[in-house]
C-alpha cells in the first residue's frame, strides 16, 4: 500500500538472467533534422542494454511494432521496447528536447510491466550527448523487474 492505494502484485516474481531478456529493435521518431545521430543513438543504446543485461538478446532491425511472435515462440520472459523521439522547441532555433521511451512487457500475459519516458534539452548537449542522459536515467530508475533480471 503507497499512498493509501492498494497496488497490484507485481508480476515480475522470480531470479532471472539476462538471458530472459528481448530488446527490440530503437524505435526511430526522429525528425530529418537529427536523422543522422540515430545510428550513434542506436549503437549506445545497444552497448547500455548490454552492459545492464548481460546475455540479453537484441533483437536485429525490422519490425518495431510486432515484437511478440519471437519472445513468444523463444521462450524470453520480458521485452523491452525502447524509442527515442523529438521535440523542437518553436521559440528557439535548433533546440530539442530528446525522449527515450522504454515500456517493458511480461511476454506471457503482454502485461505492461514498467514504463518510463525521459527528456533533456539540447541548450548545452548535443542531441547524442542528451539521449545517453536519457538512457542511463531510464535504466538508473528501473523498478522491480530489473532486479529480478540479475
Known amino acids: 500500500m503507497v ?3 492498494k497496488l497490484p502484485r507485481s508480476v515480475a516474481t522470480g531470479y532471472e538472467s539476462g538471458q530472459s531478456v528481448y530488446i527490440t529493435p530503437l524505435k526511430n521518431s526522429l ?7 540515430f545510428w550513434y543513438m ?15 538478446t537484441i533483437a536485429k532491425e525490422g519490425d518495431v511494432d510486432d515484437w511478440r511472435e519471437i519472445p513468444i515462440s523463444s521462450g524470453y520472459r520480458w521485452v523491452v521496447v525502447p524509442e527515442v523521439s523529438v521535440t523542437q522547441l518553436k521559440q528557439e532555433r535548433n533546440i530539442y528536447y530528446i525522449i527515450v521511451s522504454q515500456t517493458v512487457y511480461e511476454v506471457a500475459t503482454g502485461a505492461i510491466v ?6 533533456t534539452a539540447t541548450y548545452n548537449v548535443t542531441p547524442l550527448e ?4 536519457d538512457l542511463k536515467d531510464i535504466n538508473n ?7 529480478k533480471v540479475k
Open 3 to 5: 499512498a493509501g492505494i
Open 114 to 119: 514498467e514504463t518510463a519516458s525521459f527528456s
Open 141 to 147: 530508475n528501473q523498478g522491480a523487474w530489473i532486479l
Open 130 to 133: 542528451a539521449f545517453i542522459r
Open 42 to 56: 542506436r549503437e549506445v543504446a545497444w552497448d547500455e542494454y548490454r552492459e545492464r543485461l548481460p546475455g540479453c
Open 31 to 37: 525528425p530529418e533534422a537529427l536523422a543522422k545521430e
